[in-house]
């Protein structure tokens, strides 16, 4: 159990200045997300251009990993499809917990920071709450 | 135990853990307390030389088990100074107590437009129950608000009984984010005075300070066991008889029944009326070691040993840059304290902390509404109870060091 | 364990208590079984060294108790063979899970004229809720008769669809007085034919025979822990996931909620919408090590040894002077065998056993509408478990003969 | 704990023969009476002549010991007034819970057999069951 693995540089950097923190005008798309345990909560919205996901952005509230992995999942997700979405969600939740193999980290960026949660099992969920928000986002039909 | 000096730390086979190497420091007895050797040990003698199943045995070992299972429904008697016979009802907790009383009361008793005055720092177990009942019965939910410094309104609390036809009130006599001691007496009588029935929620209260029933005189008083040294999975309600008479079973089934038929059935007496089915009875054996353990603490000195231990804390965190303390400025009777750090997550705050073997509560304890009202998602509570001592607070402050070391709080 | 030898004696700590001096053959497990070391061990090591709050917390301990506890559902999960995730729901044993059903699913879907069926040999915690709830909701009960071998009719059962609107049937899967395995399969097909739901009481089935939940596929099954080796205040709710969602809360507090505003609250995802407050967690660690315990005694053994021992039990009573029997002449799977003695009551023959050192049990069982169709008031009944013998048999056939000779049965 | 202390000669002639078993024509009062725990009860018919039990029945299914109370206590109860019964259930109480002093023993005729429940405290419920369902005999009022 590495604390210095859980917070490293970039983690820290994007939870104190988060990307794509705020509302969107006339969003397409939006859905809210909560953690029971802990009261975390996050809104996302997306414009949606055809299967892209045009533009996102969130407010809410959370812990530094939960902050820093929106800041950086809204960064990875502006301009994936949605079945670039998904596979990266796939990647993403496998990373965090601990099942990811090297190679395939290398192509997730910044979003690598987080390989440190698998360490800290209980904290995997707050790794995931803006992920699973933002699939609920894309699935959101009205 | 003396002032600030644990009274018992050996007694606790929990605090000999270590947490990455390092000495257990538990400061989360508010969620639920450790256990002593003395409560351990009266479950494992239950199950080695009294198990059986009680009431109906008319073996010696039924009778010994019946016998221990209701010994420890005097001392709870006694311990509280409830007034009669028969008041005092096994639950699993306070959240089963207030169901109980939420469900068998509330579904018989309230009406369209009934008010249920609850306050703005209630646990989610006093309050969900109650928007339950309400919703069903057209009853309405009118909160007393929460001062500024912590405290409820009482003038405002007064004023609800001017324009609403109140039924019950319920509120909790310690607040488990605050630490704040409400003033059950006052808020009982005022309440009296205007016909309507109160539930004390003593989750916090009972495990800290003496309670006496019979002197605060409310109408209902629910306690968790666990989280006054008992075992889990133990609780009580007490409720005032004539009102326990007149409700109807919560839950039915053995033990509970005077006679079956096929299409009906009568009641045991109280409380035997509301303990149906075979009930936690190795629970509730420890929980009258438990209760003997408080006995030789002497509640007087738990009291002022919580009190001095959060003052003490808050007065040594008050140095950290950025902190924010949530609660009463003198100590809480209830040996909490709760507190952010600007910049700094609760959640992560707990992970720092429990890397140095702290193990404090972060999140909204059940109690979001409060969060609300104080304006945040979630607090960081350090809660601490006889066993804890001075050297702990200073590991709590070396370890919120660490924090703002790992979270870079200082160079932002 | 190898047929009429007890596996395991030496495992049960209270059997070597003395009983006025006698050694103690405890024939009383349907209403609570013993414990095994192992059991009881878990629960000292969870106190002792995990103890803490479960699910909220985010440090080690805290996350400590809540796999060990988790890990319990797990191990039910796969013991009993249950379809899906979620779909366990602790509670402090069968009454409670009857109970939760009857009223989280009763109260919300029947109506006046639906049908309950339950049978003419259930325990009253699987009767009594039901009588509740059908008379709230305008619902008309039918009971399943009991022929005169003891056995459910299943024509007359059958016959009930033809002229009702059945929403439920509610049947036990072993019956606690008679011992008799009713033909669950066969039920929950005739229901599930008719549309009608099935829960399944397990309370004396899951501790003695192997118990495929998934096959049976019944809708809800209800299982008390500490009758299969468990710590007392412990039980389940088996629910087909379907169902369960569409069902409300039955407590609401702490734990079980997602979010909660003052005037309403949304839920937890399942199992934990039924999990309200905090749960007794060492009990529920306890029932882990217990199907432990079962695993490596293999349930198909178990069921054997029961069967084996209440068939030599009669056997060697018969030759008693005006003794019936109640029950499969076989030998019952649920280690089961009532009785009766002309011209000795239950309670003098309790008694007098109990000078022995046999602890049986003796009265109506929970069971009095059984009772008036035995016609009888109460009868003796002496339970096996795995940790008894032939020794055991011996014994209690003595016994009785003592119980002769101090009623004088002989020379009346 | 004396088995044969329980179980005396006189308890068991009581039990087996016992004493008024039956209805009374048009009783004045009557009462039923239960034990929850082991389902045996008790019916018990009393006929008033002023302040006195002028006749006195009972049937129910009982354990040894019961049903000689009960059959004992029609012996006691008959021609007493209610004062008097009162006293006596004092009495009788007393005696099975050990609590009675040697000489009010004597006064109590078989009754005093009884005093061997006092070892038994499981079975005092059963001797006082008859006595409790008289007592509400007594004060049935209609
Ligand atoms: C004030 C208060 N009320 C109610 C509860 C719920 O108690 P339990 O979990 O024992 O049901 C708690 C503890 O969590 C509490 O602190
Ligand atoms: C068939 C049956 N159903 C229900 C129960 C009630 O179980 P519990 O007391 O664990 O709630 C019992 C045991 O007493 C039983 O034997």
Redesign the pocket.
């Known amino acids: 159990m590495e604390l210095s693995e859980l917070y490293r540089e970039v983690i820290l950097t994007h939870a104190t200045h988060p990307h794509h923190y705020g509302e969107i005008e006339n969003p397409d798309k939006k859905a809210h997300g909560s953690n029971p345990l802990c009261g975390d909560s996050f809104d996302i919205e997306i414009k949606m251009d055809g299967d892209k996901i045009a533009e996102i952005s969130f407010v809410g509230a959370g812990c530094s990993i939960s902050k820093a992995s929106a800041s950086m999942m809204t960064e990875m997700a502006r301009g994936k499809t949605v079945k670039e979405f998904y596979d990266l969600l796939d990647k993403m939740e496998k990373l965090v917990r601990g099942e990811l193999a090297e190679k395939d980290t290398e192509e997730l960026g910044d979003l690598a920071a987080l390989a440190g949660v698998s360490a800290f099992p209980i904290r995997v969920k707050c790794a995931i709450l803006p992920w699973k928000t933002l699939k609920n986002a894309v699935e959101d039909d009205g | 135990m003396n002032s600030l000096s644990g009274c018992c730390k050996k007694d606790f086979p929990t605090l000999k853990v270590k947490v990455y190497g390092k000495r257990l420091v538990y400061l989360d007895s ?2 639920t307390s450790l256990k002593p050797e003395s409560v351990i040990e009266s479950i494992v003698d239950f199950y080695s030389n009294h198990n059986a199943n009680i009431h109906r045995g008319v073996y010696l070992l039924s009778q010994e088990a019946t016998e221990l299972y209701e010994k420890t429904r005097t001392k709870l008697k006694k311990f509280f100074n409830t007034p009669k016979e028969g008041e005092i009802i096994y639950t ?5 107590a ?1 169901n109980l009383v939420a469900s068998s009361w509330g579904r018989t008793s309230l009406g369209e437009g009934d008010v249920i005055v609850l306050s703005g720092m ?2 989610h ?2 309050m969900v129950p109650w928007q339950i009942v309400a919703r069903e019965k057209g009853a309405k939910l009118i909160y007393i608000p929460v001062t500024d410094s912590g405290e409820l309104d009482l003038e405002e609390y007064k004023l609800i009984f001017k324009n609403h036809s109140v039924k019950i009130v319920a509120v ?1 006599h ?3 984010v605050l630490g704040t001691l409400n003033p059950v007496e006052e808020i009982v009588r005022q309440a009296h005075r205007y016909g309507a029935l109160v539930l004390i ?1 003593g ?2 209260s009972a495990p800290h300070i003496p309670v006496d029933i019979s002197r605060i005189d409310p109408d209902f008083y ?1 306690v ?1 066991g ?2 006054m040294l008992g075992p889990t999975g133990t ?1 009580f309600l007490y409720g005032r008889k004539e009102i326990l008479k007149s409700m109807p079973p919560y839950q039915s089934g053995g033990d509970m029944i005077e006679e079956v038929s096929l299409k009906n059935a009568t009641w045991n007496e109280l409380p035997y009326k509301f303990e149906a089915g075979t009930q936690n009875i190795a629970g509730f054996v420890g929980l009258g070691a438990a209760v003997d353990y408080l006995i030789s603490a002497g509640m007087d000195r738990v009291r002022k040993h919580g009190e001095e231990l959060s003052m003490k804390a808050r007065e040594m965190l008050s140095s950290v840059k950025g902190i924010k303390f949530y609660g009463p400025e003198k100590g809480s009777p209830g040996g909490v304290l709760s507190f952010n750090i600007e910049g700094a997550h609760p959640h992560d705050i707990g992970t720092i902390l429990d890397s140095e073997g702290i193990a404090v509560r972060t999140g909204h304890h ?1 109690a979001q509404p409060l969060m609300k009202r104080l304006g945040v998602a979630a607090t960081v509570r350090a809660s601490f109870y006889i066993y804890n001592d001075e050297q702990d607070i200073e590991s709590l402050y070396s370890g919120i060091h660490k924090v703002a070391e790992v979270l870079k709080l200082g160079v932002k």
Chains 1, 4 share one sequence.
């Open positions: 508010a969620a699993s907790g306070t959240t089963a207030v209630e646990h177990s006093n909790n310690i607040s488990n929620d989750a916090q629910t968790s666990h989280k609780g059940c």
